[in-house]
């Protein structure tokens, strides 16, 4: 990776930024909560790019950012309750989280192949300039290395991400300062992460919340429904196939798929939940999946934690 560029939040930087997105690069922008690492949504290797820029050890989903209620429909469903809440909070600090739409067109991992999907409006000038010149949905996590705190001005951004990322747009300091707050719109609504937006104000729309517990743990059992696993057995770390499997290689080898040929782990990322599908359809009822070891280092560890989960008994599967 090159120099991260730094664009001012002017015209041109706004342009320079919506230029980058469009290539599938990555760039960081204010909102009014915290900077976000934004990625073209419907793009497999934009989004496989944000995991490994952040090093996150695992594919859990991403939130969905656009610049207004009626961009938003074209990914989720929204019910007479989800249009009230949306017309109540938007644009500003409130993530909703709901059935993804058949033909919404994401890439599986910013909803790390879950039906559901995290949409936000975010209410930032800059932010809304840099929607509506890309023109797509942009997925972005906070603008920080895995573990780090979230950053809320653009000199954060680059002390975790310099070199990452191929630019920050620069808008200040973020005025709210802690994440934006999830509310979770698949069942009763139940409150999934606190954040910008208060609980008494959900509460006074909406009446008494669920407590949908720590949506940064997405992937405890129970908490995100609907998750896709093969029906397929899966035999990981496997040299070679065995008769009847069908192969989703990594790197050198004859393979029925191969997640990267040239053993690229952002490729590979990019093309796990397509191929997981598309290898579990080959395999057919009752059929079996041999999958190459893949190195256990970068996006590596995201892609075998969600190998091993494709692998687990049936029984033991989480929803994650
Ligand atoms: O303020 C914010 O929300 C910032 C700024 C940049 O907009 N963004 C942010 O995004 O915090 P991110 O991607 O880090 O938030 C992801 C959170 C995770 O905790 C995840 O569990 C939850 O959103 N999430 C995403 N999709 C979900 C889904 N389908 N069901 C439940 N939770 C989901
Ligand atoms: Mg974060």
Redesign the pocket.
């Known amino acids: 990776m090159n120099k991260t560029e730094t664009l001012t939040a002017l015209p041109e930087g706004i342009a320079r930024a919506a230029q980058i997105l469009g290539a599938q690069g990555l760039v960081a922008f204010p909102?009014e909560?915290?900077?976000?690492l934004g990625g073209d949504a419907r793009s497999d290797l934009a989004v496989a790019r944000i995991f490994d820029a952040k090093a996150r050890p695992r594919f859990?989903?991403?939130?969905v950012?656009v610049p207004d209620l009626d961009a938003a429909r074209a990914f989720a469903v929204f019910d007479v309750q989800a249009e009230a809440v949306a017309a109540a909070f938007w644009p500003g600090?409130l993530?909703l989280?709901l059935p993804l739409r058949v033909d919404a067109g994401l890439s599986p991992l910013v909803?790390a192949d879950?039906d559901?999907?995290?949409i936000?409006v975010?209410a930032h000038p800059v932010a809304q300039a840099l929607l509506r010149a890309f023109g797509g949905p942009l997925a972005?996590?906070?603008a920080n290395p895995s573990g780090r705190v979230s950053p809320t001005r653009a000199a954060h951004v680059l002390e975790g991400l310099s070199g990452r990322i191929a630019a920050v747009l620069d808008g200040g300091a973020c005025a709210v300062g802690v994440?934006?707050t999830?509310l979770?719109l698949l069942g009763a609504p139940a409150l999934?992460?606190p954040?910008?937006v208060s609980l008494e104000r959900l509460e006074a729309l909406l009446g008494p919340l669920a407590m949908g517990g720590n949506?940064?743990k997405?992937n405890a059992p129970g908490q995100?429904a609907s998750h896709y696993a093969p029906a397929a057995s899966v035999r990981l770390n496997a040299e070679t196939a065995n008769p009847g499997e069908v192969r989703l290689g990594f790197g050198a080898g004859v393979a029925d798929l191969n997640l990267s040929p040239s053993a690229d782990l952002i490729e590979a990322a990019a093309n796990l939940f397509h191929m997981l599908r598309e290898a579990d359809h080959l395999a057919g009822q009752g059929g079996r999946i041999s999958i190459a070891a893949i190195p256990e280092n970068g996006l590596g560890r995201a892609i075998n934690d969600r190998l091993r989960r494709a692998a687990a008994p049936r029984g033991l599967i989480h929803a994650g």
Request: a positive charge; proline letters at 14%.
């Open positions: 909102t909560t915290v900077y976000g859990n989903p991403l939130i950012h600090p993530t989280v909803t879950l559901s999907v995290a936000r975010p972005a996590p906070s994440e934006s999830i979770g999934l992460r954040g910008g949506s940064g997405p995100l």
